[in-house]
């Protein structure tokens, strides 16, 4: 939730994003035809939908504009089901307070929310996404509020246990659209969205704005990935206060976003107020993977921390991996400080890993001269970073809090020594799971967590369980459907 992005910088993303294909200027050339099988029926979806709604594998739906899911309506979302957002229009599927979504998809046969546009010539900002609104508690004054944008799309109210329906084995590609300076639609937004919702098996490719935001609420998820994102992949606000476990986060060396881009960005709200409820959601086996592979990768300046933790926030981020920034973790803001002197912000059996050589103590800052190597290079030759733990908050020694022996986290120079595979920094698929033997395998401790959780013994999104099988698509850019 930035700023908002002139047609000349959407234009130059796209020469970064498309894997080499050519773009044309907007103006000059219309967009392409949708990717239509010869078999499947387009169905143009336009304004209001009401009753029970079901959309079905054998038919592609386009979204013209702002299609809204009516308080009281149900939309069923069969398994192969392929959901196109039209370009003009950027078309967009909002769940208003009590109408529902199942969109509820197979490992091997994912419900597709993507660009109209032909394999190759795909953006990030083809059309607008998925937003979802509740009637969970918020931290907004009067406790209901209109997302940011001013799109109609109400969230809020007092039923915690509210249900918005069901996503599982869904793929949100090329979406996120800027409505107006600091206010976008993201690939997934949620508004105040209950506990009984299910949010589970979700890939969120190629946003242009965050990948996941979450303004206030209280719904669980698990098995999320963000993939090569502009802005922030976490984005947790105004009061969210649920659980998520098992999230893989990995971000393109190019696309970052000019306001500054996060793996988490965590406030308790915009004013860093008292507001409550606190933003206190609870983040397990999580793995951030920056864009940052070796020190000669090339790096937007964009490019900011692994989690910057903000605002009077008290987020928890257990049993986690987190690399590839040119700083790991700032706790931002008096605020922020004191919920974690007070065990209310905490950062518990987790990695904070630096790149080898890079800034002299594996972050990002330019012109370290190493024995027998290169100096650094010309990365953030003007705006030198390079901390691995960092914090504006007067008094407040972050390296002791983060490195007390009974929180269990550790700092390390560089992410090769615990066992990742270095094909995850890669465009195509990459190898996610833990090398044999990695640090990566053992360590997670979920002593005194939710009952969510399930108890495993590694840290970071995997252990020997590849998750993301057959339902993301990491090449979804040239996919035909």
């Known amino acids: 939730m930035k700023h908002l992005h002139s047609k000349a910088a959407l234009i130059a993303l796209a020469a970064m994003v498309t894997l080499g294909a050519c773009k044309k200027d907007d103006d000059e050339d219309p967009p392409p035809p949708p990717v239509t099988p010869p078999s499947a029926q387009v169905v143009e979806v336009t304004g209001s939908l009401s009753g029970t709604v079901n959309w079905t594998a054998d038919n592609i739906y386009k979204l013209n504009g702002f299609v809204r899911v009516e308080d009281g309506t149900v939309l069923n979302i069969a398994a192969g089901t392929v959901i196109l957002g039209d370009f003009e229009t950027k078309g967009t599927l909002v769940v208003q307070r009590g109408g529902r979504i199942n969109a509820i998809g ?79 639609v993201n690939s997934l937004t949620m508004g105040s969205v209950g506990k009984s919702t299910v949010i589970e098996n ?57 306001s500054g881009s996060n793996g988490f960005e965590v406030d308790n709200n915009g004013q860093g107020s008292e507001n409550q409820p606190y933003t206190s959601g609870t983040f397990s086996n999580v793995s951030i993977i920056g864009p940052k592979k ?16 903000r605002r009077n926030s008290r987020i928890k981020i257990h049993n986690s991996f987190l690399t590839g920034y040119p700083d790991g973790l700032y706790i931002n803001g008096s605020g922020s400080a004191a919920a974690a002197t007070a065990n209310e912000l905490r950062v518990r059996n987790t990695i904070l890993a630096g790149v080898e050589h890079w800034g ?17 290079g010309v990365q953030h030759p003007n705006n030198p970073r390079g901390n691995a733990l960092k914090t504006d908050a007067d008094g407040f020694d972050v390296a002791a809090w983060f ?45 005194g967590m939710p009952a969510y959780f399930q108890q495993v013994s590694h840290r970071g999104a995997f252990g020997t369980t590849d998750w993301t099988l057959g339902w993301v698509d990491w090449n979804c850019a040239l996919t035909t459907y």
């Open 106 to 184: 197979e490992a091997n046969n994912p419900i597709v929310m993507t660009s109209e546009k032909q394999p190759g010539l795909r953006q990030p900002g083809d059309w607008g996404g998925l937003v979802i609104c509740g009637r969970a508690r918020n931290n907004v004054a009067g406790g209901e509020a209109e997302l940011e944008g001013g799109y109609g799309a109400f969230h809020g109210g007092n039923d915690d246990n509210d249900n918005s329906g069901t996503l599982k084995y869904v793929q949100i590609n090329f979406a996120g659209i800027p409505i107006n300076p600091n206010e976008e």
């Open 202 to 258: 979700v890939f969120c490719g190629y946003g242009l704005d965050d990948a996941f935001e979450w303004f206030g609420g209280t719904v669980d998820a698990k098995y999320l990935v963000a993939y090569r994102g502009l802005d922030d992949d976490l984005d947790v606000d105004l009061g969210y206060s649920g659980n998520v476990q098992f999230a893989l986060c990995i971000r393109g060396a190019s696309l970052a976003d000019q």
């Open 294 to 309: 070796t020190r000669e990768t090339p790096i937007s300046l964009q490019f900011q921390h692994c989690a910057q933790l």
């Open 360 to 376: 002299g103590n594996g972050w990002g800052s330019a012109g370290t001269i190493f024995t027998d190597a290169p100096a650094n």
């Open 403 to 447: 490195t007390t022996p009974a929180f269990g986290n550790m700092l390390m120079d560089k992410w090769t020594d615990a066992g990742l595979d270095p094909s995850i920094f890669d465009l195509g698929t990459p190898t996610v799971l833990p090398n044999s033997g990695s640090m990566l395998l053992s360590g997670a401790d979920f002593s």
